[in-house]
């Protein structure tokens, strides 16, 4: 069970968010391929819809190297949440983590908003997600 941590997380407005414009039309069948498995690995912990990520790739100026990176993640996120039994929400967190250990946030920065890992967990997210960028 999760242990309810006292701090309530701060949320910036998602209207001050600025979407990108589409860059390309279509994307080649392979990075598609891609996005899809990243899509199927992630469903339940990213928000979206499977042509929501394709069109949030088309709006990026070096698909490719992003698609690489989300390979990444989800990478780190399997070899971590196949290796215990974690509830939903923990695997929501776990998610988080990766995405501050992608965007080079440290452990230090994950404790605030999390209510189900521990600290030792984290690391452990951290871990997992730097051993899959020593590997590829």
């Known amino acids: 069970m999760c242990a309810v941590k006292k701090h309530e997380p701060e949320y910036g407005r998602g209207s001050d968010v600025r979407r990108g414009s589409i860059r390309r039309e279509t994307l080649p069948e392979t990075l598609m391929a891609r ?17 929501e990520m394709m069109e949030d790739f088309r709006r990026d100026p070096d698909p490719d ?29 776990v998610m988080s983590v990766l995405l501050i250990a992608s965007m080079g946030g440290t452990v230090e920065d994950c404790g605030l908003d999390l209510r189900c890992l521990t600290p030792a967990q984290v690391k452990a997210v951290f871990k997992e ?6 590997v590829n």
């Open 35 to 51: 996005i899809t498995a990243i899509h199927e690995i992630l469903r339940d912990v990213k928000n979206g819809t499977l042509e």
């Open 129 to 134: 997600y730097q051993a899959v960028f020593r």
């Open 65 to 93: 190297r992003e698609i690489l990176l989300w390979e990444k993640i989800a990478s780190a996120y399997v070899d971590y949440t196949t290796s215990y039994e974690l509830p939903n929400e923990a695997r929501r967190e």
